[in-house]
């Protein structure tokens, strides 16, 4: 085994583990911080496959921005993690049962014989950057689906906000000009009343 | 830097480009309008989709054009299903506007913004010629309506019909791209009119290639909201705002149309038979559920979402039946396609006007979404009792109404084909189908109205409704017209 198997083993294992850390966990921080490890793995196996540029990425966007903000929303809500895994171990022989099934079932169409995809030969000759190759095609040959990524994102946001936003908030300040210039009139009423007599 | 770029070719994409710039601006003007009504931007909005209509119109020249690089495609069958579907989110928003002004939830810059890039979506859909584009503009129409559903966010039902879209949109979206990218591991290539070449020039993995396909179908099944994947469409039609309701009903059967024909048909045309045996079974399915569960339902909205769910059965069987299979080689029967995509387009004709219908009798705080609701209205207004028993028989499959001709011709491709046990199977929950229609006919005809409020109708909504059942009416005695259209169209495309 040479160095590079041992590594992609060595990732893979961790990948896995981590992977697996993210579902069982207790601790909804706990889980967060494993999936930080796979996506961080993850990006390592990209950097062995040459791809130096999704590595970054992955670790720039997932790590750096979504599993931050995850982390932030999972700390400050206060989730009851027992009562979510209450029916956990009740559904938890028909589920793997179901995920056993899928399994057996995808692995005996994708194991056979028929199913051979010829291995990749994509190894990018030396001089060239990936970085440099995918920035070149996004704005060349892929500039619609990527200009339309933009608008779907503006659509994400122009959501979020009409979800969210319940207009400007009422605060209550004191205005000191409207404030000297009170009468008598605007805060007393004077009502006129018949005398009652018992 | 760029040594090998060229500038790509626009004038094929001048819709598309000016209908994303005037939903940016339109987003900005919308800042300064200070109307609660949204007047300025309702009608800026209304002149953009006019404008795209124009543009469309006169950049029509029948060849079949691809640009940048081959990811856009435009065809006759582009245009004409863009130039519907213009029509019908005019239509639509026109339809929409009392009650969208009538609630203040909805009545923002946002709902027309959305709406914009919704229509958009859809556009890249029908003219897209690359997996990425199928699947950007599926997800830019699904965003915009997701957000939309949602929009009614005080309302508990709207919340839970935008969530479950939601939660199934995106599993649906997975197994979409699940299926293209083995397809991709197959053929090494995205581009669909590529694919098609890579799979007649044979050595291509067939197994990896029907492992995709199955997921590919799923996905499209979703979002045509076929049986066994409809579950999504009762509990989304009641729940969203009736106006959006009326938007995802209508419209997005167009895209979705043109994207089945995109990927299987110009794509996948090699694996014809194995997906013609999965759409049939869909088809079967869809039609035997839709019709037998809308005869139970109540509620005017769940029970036109089952109607949707069988409609759209049927139009596929027009899908299946056709590529004939010659001694090993394909052919292409374009009669078949041309039937399916007139069924589409006046399905979608006639359930613009029913939902329409609920939108105009529904009032602000009061939605007139139930069948009781219908009791007795040709004695409230019996014009619009007329219109509605034309949409209602049109639905049903009624002789000379749209929906018996657009039901004729796609049964005459099944039969071409000599599948005579599909075409009874179809016949038969048609005439099931019929019961529930009637039923609608029978309560506003022959029932005494439960409600004796006022309809208040603006002359202006009731001249569009007009010309809505009229036009079911009109195509149904004079079919030739719009089907010679979509033959040329798909003749011309394929």
Redesign the interface.
């Known amino acids: 085994m040479d160095f590079q198997s041992f590594v992609f083993f060595l990732l893979s294992t961790i990948l896995i583990v981590a992977s697996l850390r993210v579902i069982t966990a207790r601790n909804p921080v706990h889980a967060a911080l494993n999936l930080i490890l796979a996506f961080f793995t993850c990006g390592g196996i990209w950097a062995l496959l040459q791809a130096e540029f999704l590595a970054i990425a992955i670790i720039l966007v997932y790590v750096g921005a979504v599993m931050v903000l995850f982390l932030f929303v999972v700390m400050m809500l206060d989730i009851n993690i027992d009562r979510i895994r209450e029916g956990f171990w009740r559904y938890l022989p028909f589920g793997a049962l179901i995920g056993v099934l899928m399994v057996i079932e995808m692995g005996l169409v994708l194991g056979s014989k028929y199913f051979r995809v010829p291995a990749s030969e994509a190894i990018s000759p030396a001089g060239v950057s990936n970085t440099k190759a995918i920035g070149e095609l996004m704005f060349s040959d892929y500039v619609y689906p990527f200009e339309l990524a933009s608008l779907i994102l503006l659509v994400g946001m122009i959501a979020a906000i009409v979800l969210t936003y319940r207009g400007p908030k009422k605060s209550k300040y004191t205005n000191p000009n409207q404030q000297v210039f009170v009468k008598a009139k605007d805060r007393i009423r004077v009502l006129q009343m018949p005398v009652e007599k018992d | ?2 040594a ?2 060229v500038v ?1 070719d626009l004038l094929p ?1 001048a819709p598309e480009i000016f209908l ?1 710039f005037m939903a ?1 601006a339109i ?1 900005m003007i919308d800042l300064t309008v200070k109307d609660g009504r949204r007047t300025l931007t309702f009608i800026l909005t209304q002149l953009t989709l006019i404008g795209c209509a124009v543009i469309q119109a006169y950049t029509i020249n029948g060849e079949v054009t691809y640009t ?2 081959n ?2 495609v435009d065809d006759l069958m582009a245009d004409v299903l863009k130039i519907f579907l213009y029509m019908t989110v005019v239509t639509v928003l026109f339809y929409s506007r009392a009650y969208v002004t009538d609630r203040e939830a909805l009545s ?1 810059g ?1 709902y027309y ?2 709406a914009l ?1 919704a229509t ?1 979506g859809m556009m ?1 859909m029908i003219s897209a010629n ?1 997996f ?2 199928v699947y ?2 599926l ?2 129409l699904s ?2 309506l ?2 939309m559903v ?2 009614n ?1 005080d309302s508990v039902a709207s919340t839970e019909s935008a969530m479950k879209y939601f939660v199934l949109g995106a599993l649906a979206s997975g197994l979409l791209l699940y299926g293209m990218s083995m397809i991709y ?2 053929t090494g290539t995205l581009e669909i009119t590529a694919i098609q070449e890579r799979l007649a020039a044979g050595a291509v ?4 290639l029907v ?1 995709g396909l199955v997921f590919l179908v799923s996905g499209l099944a979703f979002k045509l909201g076929v049986v066994p994947f409809h579950m999504w469409i009762p509990d989304v039609y009641h729940g969203a705002p009736t106006s959006v309701t009326l938007l995802i009903g209508s419209a997005p059967k167009l895209a979705a149309f043109a994207i089945t024909m995109r990927l299987l048909v110009s794509g996948l045309i090699s694996m014809a038979p194995d997906w013609q045996g999965m759409l049939t079974i869909l088809a079967v399915l869809s039609m035997a559920i839709g019709n037998l569960a809308a005869i139970a339902q109540t509620n005017l909205k769940r029970m036109l979402a089952y109607s949707a769910i069988s409609h759209m059965g049927f139009m596929l069987l027009g899908i299946v039946t056709g590529i004939v299979s010659v001694d090993g080689r394909f052919a292409l029967n374009p009669f078949a396609y041309s039937s399916s995509m007139f069924y589409v387009i006046s399905y979608v004709m006639m359930t613009t006007g029913a939902f329409g219908m609920i939108l105009l009798m529904s009032r602000a705080g009061f939605e007139a979404d139930e069948l009781d609701d219908y009791k007795g209205l040709n004695k409230r207004h019996p014009w619009f009792a007329a219109i509605m028993l034309m949409l209602m028989f049109s639905m049903a499959g009624v002789p000379f109404f749209v929906g018996f001709f657009a039901k004729f011709s796609v049964l005459q491709a099944v039969v071409a084909t000599n599948n005579i046990w599909l075409a009874i199977v179809a016949v038969l929950f048609s005439l099931i189908g019929a019961f529930y229609y009637l039923r609608v006919v029978k309560l506003m005809y022959f029932d005494a109205p439960a409600d004796d409020a006022p309809l208040v109708i603006p002359t202006s909504m009731n001249l569009l409704m007009s010309a809505n059942g009229l036009a079911v009416a009109f195509f149904g005695i004079f079919p030739q017209s719009l089907m010679e259209l979509c033959g040329v169209a798909l003749t011309r495309s394929l």
């Open positions: 830097m760029f090998n770029f790509p994409a994303a940016l987003l940048f690089s990811m856009f923002k946002e913004v959305l890039f958009l890249v690359h990425l584009t950007v503009g997800e830019l965003l915009s997701y957000a949602a929009m966010r591991g197959a993995n067939k197994s990896v492992f």
